[in-house]
């Protein structure tokens, strides 16, 4: 791999007839795989272990970030890595760096900070200097950095299925005639140095057709088109909404583009406490989605008929004329429309992205009636796509057909999954050129694949959702020297030249800037955004006529038979974060199914179709479920959910993935498990979880189902020993504490009444045994000078909407390993943090529509640790600044204190999960945190490397630590701003004011433990109305 | 005296406890032929067939290490499982030795001079079962040791607040002070075989009899070591369960958390022992030929302590159930709740009807004397506290405070072959013990016997010397042994 001149000059110098000498014949015709081979001292193979990055290449790729670092701003197109001889000045060994960059996602740029360590990016954040962030990340910027490090990602371009090399693509690239019929498929976005390569693209060839697939559709755009007349994206503040309807909008889940700004405005508008009035949440929706959860008043209902309810609305409201359908008179119409028109400007209407561009409309409709819009909503300028991408699809498929397309390129796509129908078509092309991350479903069809680079590797820019321009800056050298970015692909056939992102982007920022532009370059690169540039707000007026013609189309009658809707995964999306170890194993929020996809239905329906799921043995075995809508089937494993409306099949895309991988299947002895102590051994981690639904191009169909199969084990984290009476218990034992806003207004104590309490007498009753003995009141507990910080944390689960952002935060930052589903099945999963639901019936709340809530649980931090009384060896203690921690290497495993832990928050090493790891995996882990090894415990720290950290630095300047200078990771990424943290010995710590509030309460206080961790009871604010 | 009164007042005129009219010699003879004779073909049989069953075992434990704690069942609810289970259940068998040697000594029941013998050697393999799973129930089995307080230059000790630590010491220092009781009770009968025996086979007996003579001094030391030792192992029989018990009742598990736990414990684990002995004795006493020695009256008392201590149990369930309604701690209540009709009611209902139920048939005489019964209900018994344990262990893990974490327990084949496979070690010992040793304790078996009388002979010898001796102590009020 070191690149030696003098073999590297035969490529430049291929064309120069002087005499040369050559070494055999294959190099003197310049085989290409003479080629391949040249550049190496030995043949492939023969020094390089057989996957992911060998020691030589990490070695050089951190002595290539480690250049880096020292030249954020001013890296050179090409690097030659070469060592130190002198350490770049600001440079600390072991002291992490970060870089704000963005992460270009779904049509928009992310914006992000990322840590740094010796050069190799390890941790994603939110930039907290960006609106669009403040901080705070989904869980896809989280999870995104193990995409940089996934051991199967493509690594070399390859050609007709044979190793080639980027110099054979330059040279095809070159060569392309100029009367080529060129197609590209595009994921959507928001580069302007890609709209300029793409500009240049056109101008190169005859005819090019460039259709952009938006991720998720774009039928909030076209219906924003319909109702407005251009593609305008819908901004919610929602920190002043009075009166929130979603409309099958699942706005506070990952899977919405906004779902962090959203939460965070929701978060706002909830604010109970003092004179804050509390707004309320209408959720009408068929699936049981985590806005659903949080929703005050929450209706099932079809989303083939959500259309009605919206069309309804909207005529309560004047805001249509058109027909209401089936709801026209549903109760609950003029009960909302009344309060969204007592709440004028706060009132706003959300509509989920599958929903059809007319629901889209009436929402934007109903907005402007109330006055909704540049308060509450904003429709931004932003430019969206809004053709129809399905039509445009299909006229090339025709046009391929009729032998009109002479070259396809998918640029990060993978149309051949995600329209299946479309990969006939694809393989008729004469040149199919493929940019992507992995040999995917596409990539095994093209003629040419390349490997495509992550962002933290690449140059690139874009705008956020709210329209700031920011910069994505590389952190490390591309891991595989093949691999390009999309941009520097497009920019290659566009003048069949190479150049290279860093140039292209900076050659489009020279125009941004009015005065010197190496200054305000390096401000940009430092900040990650360029202040000021925002979308335009638009004001205008609905076109009645337009939202008319949006639900021509849409059925408004009562939908008969089975409904199917299909959306896109909380986890792995539409695919794309389908390798994503993480992400599989991240619980769904609400089912929390792993390693699979499911069709939800309620108990009720189920029943209907004769199908079953039961529990046996702790696993869940279900029914396999064959969905037919029109042509087209698929089989799924059933998944039975409480609050689902009644014939309604909700389907999760992203699984059923075919991806191949480089890596060797791992071969083990007899004797030896190692097959399942990670889950890389069997190929790509993502091909054969789950079912690809694909093949239902409508995301709201209408299905018959029959029975396919059965047996089949769905590996949740937590339904392995569910009861119905499940709610009750939950109830009895206080462990989640609710209450309306008048209940709350009447007894802002209410969390003292959920309190469980013995039957004979108090417990003041019960004094504490030993009490003055206490090991935290020993002298060289006092003494120490950490024991004037006192750790704890605080939860809002009044704000909390159990998106998971935490759980994959925390995996990020403390090295938790994946098990894979077999072992999630047995209950051997390794989170730190979980979110644990509970349905709730009673109070209104029946078995069929039951609320479910959720509840993040880290590790307790226990004053009187139960854990730590019954472990033999003393490897788990107390902390003089209050924390409860695991001593791994003094741990023996006895797993006593697992036992005995109430919160049941530990979690064992059943097997060597790092053994076998590949080794880019391995580059994901925090140098700061110890990787655990086989049979020992371990759990949630407090993220105490972070507090040791500001130890040091408070330590170092000599002065105390400020409040708010500790950030655990789960706080850092909750985009509601639901976890406090703090020093609790401070009255004037932001976490001891939260724990001044009327709405603590601890978990399992009776048992006097004495949890540093608190909740604040959640208050809902229902309409009396609709009880 | 009148005779007859002293006859219905007296309760030491029970039927002798050797039957048959054996003499010393007679004695000596069954006892010690079985040492000597030429191994019997199923002796082999048996003992390929535990052998194997060990070598199950090892088998187990190496995949057990090599790949880890994975292999086993175990989730994260339930982080004990059938270690544990097997753990108590073998710690808990070999409660019946050293109660019959030391408790029953202390308390001159001459009845267990037939069966302390086997009592003791089974307690002591069964303490070795036991100690197999401490050691390897630890993720880290490398460094198990740590669980001891050895001097290292770290200056850490063990935490001595945990319970596990006290079952440390607990369990060893019984093994020890058993080993030690019964070795010492074997001196005399091993100079007996030294006696008898000729060659290398007299070397190595020679050694192990220490020099025994059988001189007036070495019996006087004898007895002296012997009933020091009794006192020392009587409050360990009682002190090892309840610190095993410890284990659980310290904790703050529901259904753990219970004070109830160490007579309950001991208790179970008495009742455990002597079904045990039960087991083995039924079956060794018919093929060794030792009838007349083990007699169907030892083997009915023994079946009335089975009785007594299973209703003890079954009293000890009930107390719990009680205590759980009356404490009005509804963790407690769920706890006991989900054991009868929760997922794991079938082991709760195995328990309830082996332990509880099925012992009191034992009320009437016919069946505790008839020894195919008594074996079938001791193997019931051996069942049923099994299930105890992990009735105890598994159900209340697997669904305590926090719904969302309740999770189901299986075993998996290394599970269960592990536990298979320590009946192989523990019946390859049993086996080497009854080839090799005495199978009953010669010396006190003759001194139990009519004619260790000093009065026997007084009446010519009409066999009837305990009477006599009564109406001599009943007249000068004092007792004679």
């Known amino acids: ?128 200097e960006h609106l669009d962030s403040l901080g705070t990340t989904s869980q896809y910027q989280q999870a995104s950095v193990l995409n940089l490090y996934d051991p199967d990602r493509m690594s070399q371009v390859s050609h007709n299925g044979e190793a080639s090399s980027w110099g054979a693509f330059k040279s095809f690239a070159a060569s392309m005639s100029a009367s080529s019929r060129v197609v590209v498929l595009a994921e959507t976005s928001s580069s302007m140095t890609f709209a300029a390569a793409r500009r240049n693209l056109e101008q190169r060839f005859s005819s090019v057709r460039w259709v952009n697939c938006p991720i998720g559709g774009n039928e909030a755009a076209r219906g924003l088109n319909a109702a407005f007349g251009s593609g305008l994206r819908a901004s919610h503040q929602l920190a002043g909404a009075k009166v929130i309807v979603s409309l099958d909008a699942d706005f506070m889940g990952s899977v919405d583009q906004d779902s962090v700004s959203n939460a965070r405005g929701f978060s706002a508008s909830r604010n109970v406490e003092g004179t804050g009035e509390m707004s309320r949440l209408y ?136 329209h299946p129908g479309f990969a006939a078509a694809y393989a008729k092309v004469d040149e199919r050129i493929h940019v992507g991350m992995h040999k995917d479903e596409t990539a095994q069809q093209a003629t040419w694949t390349i490997p495509q680079t992550h962002f933290l590797e690449e140059w690139g820019d874009g705008t956020s959702r709210s329209g700031v321009h920011g910069i994505v800056q590389p952190l490390i050298a591309p891991l595989y020297d093949d691999a390009h970015s999309v941009l520097e692909v497009v920019a290659l056939l566009g003048s069949g030249i190479e150049e290279f992102g860093y140039d292209l ?523 | 005296m009148d005779k007859t009164l002293a006859h219905t007042a007296d309760f030491h005129d029970e039927a002798p406890l050797v039957t048959g009219n054996l003499s010393f010699h007679d004695i000596t003879e069954i006892v010690s032929s079985h040492t000597e004779k030429k191994t019997p073909l199923a002796w082999f049989g048996a003992f390929g067939l535990a052998l194997s069953g060990l070598m199950l075992m090892i088998t187990m434990i190496a995949y057990l290490v090599w790949n880890g704690t994975g292999v086993w069942g175990l989730n994260n609810p339930v982080g004990w499982g059938y270690a544990i289970v097997n753990f108590v259940f073998w710690v808990g068998i070999g409660h019946a030795g050293t109660l019959i040697s030391a408790i029953l000594f202390l308390f001159r029941q001459q009845w267990r001079t037939a069966i302390n013998r086997s009592a003791e050697a089974m307690t002591i393999f069964a303490v070795i079962c036991a100690l197999v799973f401490p050691g390897i129930h630890v993720g880290r089995i490398w460094v198990a040791y740590w ?59 020679g050694v192990l009899a220490m020099g025994w003579t059988g001189a007036n001094r070495h019996w006087r030391n004898y007895e002296k070591a012997y009933l020091l030792l009794a006192a020392l192992a009587t409050p360990l029989v009682l002190s090892v369960h309840s610190v095993v018990s410890f284990d659980f009742a310290v904790s703050v598990v529901p259904g753990w958390h219970t004070t109830i736990f160490p007579p309950y414990f001991v208790a179970g684990a008495i009742f455990s022992g002597f079904a045990m002995v039960v087991t083995l004795m039924v079956v060794a006493r018919k093929v060794y030929g030792v009838e007349n020695i083990i007699t169907i009256d030892h083997l009915e008392k023994m079946n009335i302590v089975i009785l007594l201590t299973g209703s003890m149990v079954g009293f000890a369930y009930i107390t719990e159930f009680f205590i759980a309604w009356y404490s009005g701690v509804q963790y407690e209540q769920y706890a006991f709740t989900n054991r009868m009709f929760g997922p794991y009611a079938w082991a709760y209902w195995t328990m309830m009807s082996c332990n509880l139920f099925f012992p009191q048939f034992f009320w009437i005489k016919k069946l505790r004397r008839n020894i195919t019964f008594m074996f079938v209900i001791s193997i019931f018994v051996n069942i049923g506290m099994w299930f105890e344990r992990f009735v105890i262990t598994v159900t209340s893990l697997h669904r305590d405070y926090l719904p969302s974490s309740w999770d189901y327990y299986s075993p998996t084949f290394v599970d269960v072959l592990t536990f298979v496979g320590t009946f192989g070690l523990f019946f390859t010992f049993f086996l080497l013990f009854l080839r090799f040793l005495p199978i009953v304790a010669i010396s006190e078996v003759k001194g139990v016997l009519p004619e260790a009388n000093p009065h026997f002979y007084d009446h010519e010898g009409d066999g009837h010397a305990a009477e006599h001796t009564v109406s001599v102590s009943s007249a000068d009020g004092n007792s004679a042994h």
């Open chain 1, 283 to 418: 959720v009408v929706e068929s699936g049981y989605s985590i806005t659903g959860g949080m929703a005050d008043n929450r209706l099932r209902m079809k989303s083939a008929e959500v259309a009605s309810f919206a069309a309804a609305l909207a005529k309560a409201l004047g805001a249509y004329a058109g027909d209401a359908g089936v709801h026209a008179s549903h109760a609950w119409i003029e009960e909302v429309a009344s309060d969204l028109r007592s709440a004028g400007s706060t009132g706003v209407v959300l509509v989920g992205d599958h929903q059809p561009a007319g629901v889209h409309a009436l929402a934007a409709s109903i907005n402007t009636a109330i006055g909704a819009v540049g308060s509450t909503v904003q429709y931004l300028d932003a430019n969206e796509d809004v053709s129809d991408v399905h039509a445009e699809l299909e006229a090339i498929e025709a046009d391929i057909a009729a032998g009109n397309v002479d070259v396809i390129v998918t640029l990060g796509l993978n149309p051949v999954y995600s």
């Open chain 1, 505 to 1027: 982007v900076r050659s489009t920022w020279r125009s941004m800037f009015s005065g010197d532009f190496e200054k305000g370059w390096r401000k940009v690169v430092h900040d990650g955004f360029h202040e000021g540039s925002r979308f335009r707000s638009v004001n205008g007026s609905v076109s009645q006529s337009g939202v008319q013609a949006a639900m021509a189309g849409v059925s408004v009658a009562a939908h008969t038979g089975l409904e199917v809707v299909t959306r896109l995964d909380p986890k792995v999306l539409d695919g794309s974060f389908a390798n994503n170890v993480w992400m599989q194993e991240l619980p769904d929020p609400t089912t929390k199914v792993v390693w699979d996809n499911v069709a939800q239905m309620n108990p009720k329906t189920a029943e209907k179709l004769g199908l079953s799921a039961k529990l046996d043995g702790g696993k869940y075995i279900a029914d396999i479920v064959k969905l037919d809508v029109g042509s087209a089937s698929v089989e799924i494993p059933l998944w039975i959910q409480p609050g689902l409306a009644d014939d309604s099949v909700q389907l999760t895309k992203g699984y059923g993935r075919n991806i191949v991988s480089d890596r060797a299947i791992r071969k083990t002895n007899f004797f030896d498990t190692s097959e399942v102590t990670d889950v890389y051994g069997q190929g790509a981690v993502s091909t054969g979880v789950g079912q690809s639904v694909n093949s239902l191009s409508s995301l709201i169909a209408t299905a018959t189902a029959s029975k396919a199969g059965s047996g089949f084990m769905i590996a949740s984290t937590q339904d392995h020993g569910a009861i119905q009476e499940e709610g009750e218990i939950v109830k009895k034992r206080g462990l989640f504490r609710q209450a309306t806003v008048e209940e709350y207004r009447a007894n802002p104590k209410f969390v003292a009444a959920g309190e469980p309490k013995p039957i004979r007498e108090d417990w003041a009753d019960y004094p504490t045994l030993w009490e003055n003995s206490h090991p935290s009141k020993t002298e060289e507990i006092t003494s120490s000078k950490y024991h004037d910080y006192q750790w704890g944390m605080v939860i809002d689960l009044n704000t909390c909407t159990g998106c998971s952002a935490c759980i994959i935060a925390c995996q990020s930052e403390n090295n938790i390993q994946v098990v894979g589903k077999d072992q999630v099945s047995r209950g051997r999963d390794m989170h730190w943090i979980r979110t644990d639901r509970y349905f709730v019936s009673g109070d209104g709340a029946t078995f069929d529509d039951p609320q479910m809530v959720l509840q993040p649980l880290p590790c307790q931090h226990c004053e009187n640790a139960p854990c730590e009384q019954v472990c033999p060896v003393a490897a788990t203690v107390h902390s003089p600044d209050g924390t409860n921690q695991m001593i791994y290497n003094r741990c023996i495993g006895t797993r006593y204190c697992a036992n005995n832990c109430p919160y049941k928050v530990r979690r064992f090493n059943f097997y060597n999960w790092t053994k076998t790891l590949p080794e880019t995996v391995q580059m994901a882990h925090n140098p700061n945190v110890t990787v655990r090894s086989r049979g020992v415990m371990e759990k949630c720290s407090f993220c105490i490397q972070r507090v040791r950290a500001v130890n040091k630095t408070a330590n170092i300047e000599n002065r105390p630590i400020e409040d708010g200078e500790v950030v655990t990771a789960c706080q850092q990424a909750c985009p509601s701003q639901a976890i406090s943290f703090g020093n609790v010995a401070d009255p004037n710590s932001a976490v001891s004011q939260k724990r001044t509030s009327d709405r603590r309460y601890e978990l399992l206080a009776e048992l006097n433990v004495k949890p540093r961790v608190s909740y604040l009871g959640r208050i809902r604010n229902p309409n009396p109305n609709l009880a």
């Open chain 2, 147 to 205: 669980m001891f307080p050895i001097p290292n230059q770290m200056a850490m000790w063990p935490q001595f607040k945990s319970p596990l630590l006290w079952d440390v010491f607990a369990v060893s220092t019984y093994f020890t002070i058993s080993a030690a009781f019964w070795y010492v009770g074997l001196v005399p009968d091993l100079a007996t075989l030294r006696d008898r025996a000729t060659g290398f086979r007299r070397k190595v007996m």
């Open chain 1, 1 to 128: 791999m070191i690149e030696l001149p003098v073999i590297e000059s035969f490529d430049a110098n291929e064309d120069t007839p002087r005499s040369r000498f050559w070494r055999s014949v294959s190099q003197y015709e310049n085989s290409s795989e003479f080629k391949r081979i040249s550049g190496e001292e030995f043949i492939p193979g023969a020094s390089n272990a057989p996957e992911g990055a060998t020691r030589r290449q990490f070695i050089q790729l951190m002595g290539a970030s480690m250049a880096m670092a020292g030249l954020t701003a001013c890296r050179k197109p090409l690097e030659h890595i070469v060592p130190f001889s002198h350490m770049p000045e600001d440079r600390v060994e072991g002291v992490p760096v970060f870089y704000a960059s963005g992460m270009p996602f779904r049509g928009s740029l992310h914006p992000v900070l990322v840590e740094s360590y010796d050069g190799r990016p390890r941790k994603i954040e939110g930039n907290p």
